[in-house]
């Protein structure tokens, strides 16, 4: 086989494997910032859960929950205004405890955005207040 021919082979090679490369290459990208955010969201919605749970019930425990989720989300530069996260905190009570349950929801738009990827990012936790009603 000619020289040429060999460079005609590698050329063709290599346009072969190029997309299957960079398909690749998106995806570790994508799901790598879909996880590292998705672990962000879990560490601010458990400690604003654990603020919230330790404010007095009267003192209005969800919002104050509500409040320290978002401040902290945008600490890991996740602005809730721009994006319209849903961030909901519900008092009620859970085998004979106050608790409280924080939900939040963050619309998620991948950076490469080739493969396909969840479109939201998600948490749910519930926690026993502290100050227990009587």
Known sequence: MSRAARRGASAVEFALTLPILLALASAV?????????SINVLNSTREGLRVGAMVPYDDGPDAEAET?????????????????????????????????????????????????VPVSLQAELTMALEDQQD
């Open 68 to 116: 320290w989720t978002t401040s902290l989300l945008k600490s890991y530069g996740i602005d809730c205004e721009a994006l319209s996260c849903n961030i909901s905190a519900a008092v009620g009570t859970v085998d004979g405890y106050d608790a409280m349950t924080l939900t939040v929801d963050i619309p998620y738009t991948a950076p490469v955005g080739v493969v396909p």
């Open 29 to 37: 990208v994508d799901y790598g910032w879909y996880l590292s955010q």
